[in-house]
T-cell receptor, first 115, second 113 residues
Framework: AQTVTQSQPEMSVQEAETVTLSCTYD???????LFWYKQPPSRQMILVIR??????QNATENRFSVNFQKAAKSFSLKISDSQLGDTAMYFC????????????FGKGTLLTVNP | DTAVSQTPKYLVTQMGNDKSIKCEQN?????MYWYKQDSKKFLKIMFS???????INETVPNRFSPKSPDKAHLNLHINSLELGDSAVYFC????????????FGSGTRLTVV
């Protein structure tokens, strides 16, 4: 079974600085997809970024980028120029495709951006 | 305009009652899900339906019964509610493609008293 581990329950960062959230996963699959979701206090689940395992290039979405290390099974999220609105729970998630339709989530990292 | 809508957003009820949560998606997706988020914010899948067929049933008590009348709807009925059922329940949908991009509803906070 796939597992997703987020080793940082809480993190904080000063506004305008850069922060990196860690995620590791365990799978025997070769083709899969990885996601970072953001859950602000409004509780809405918002897709931040996704990465296909077959792509070597790291995904980037504006201030958000990932460092995908397939051999190490690591998928970290870097947030540049942190903003107050980035304060939220961040979840790393794994999907292996095929007939397994489910997303497996990590336990989340609570990120607080301080003014 | 809401892509995945759940009703109600909040539900407070007494132990032993039966309640339902409704979910509708207007994205044309072929797969719908129910996830449970516990008090520690951990998200875990409960059920998945693909084209109205049950695909995943993750060791959920049989007091929970999903119903999918069509591809756009997936409702969750809970019998004999218990205190431990208190959680946030998320509906989600996705479309089979080269990758999975889930769209979540805004969640239903269920409180059993």
């Amino acid at each position: 079974a796939q597992t997703v581990t987020q080793s940082q329950p809480e993190m904080s960062v000063q506004e305008a600085e850069t922060v990196t959230l860690s995620c590791t996963y365990d799978t025997s699959e070769s083709n899969y997809y990885l996601f970072w979701y953001k859950q602000p206090p409004s509780r809405q689940m918002i897709l931040v970024i996704r990465q296909e395992a077959y792509k070597q290039q790291n995904a980037t979405e504006n201030r958000f980028s990932v460092n995908f290390q397939k051999a190490a099974k690591s998928f970290s999220l870097k947030i540049s120029d942190s903003q107050l609105g980035d304060t939220a729970m961040y979840f790393c998630a794994f999907y292996s495709g095929g007939s397994n339709y489910k997303l497996t989530f990590g336990k989340g990292t609570l990120l607080t951006v301080n003014p | 305009d809401t892509a995945v809508s759940q009703t109600p957003k909040y539900l407070v009820t007494q132990m032993g009652n039966d309640k339902s949560i409704k979910c509708e998606q207007n994205l044309g997706h072929d797969t719908m899900y129910w996830y449970k988020q516990d008090s520690k914010k951990f998200l875990k899948i409960m059920f998945s339906y693909n084209n109205k067929e049950l695909i995943i049933n993750e060791t959920v008590p049989n007091r929970f019964s999903p119903k999918s009348p069509d591809k756009a709807h997936l409702n969750l009925h809970i019998n004999s509610l218990e205190l431990g059922d208190s959680a946030v329940y998320f509906c989600a949908s996705s479309q089979e493609s080269m990758y999975r991009s889930y769209t979540f509803g805004s969640g239903t906070r269920l409180t059993v008293v």
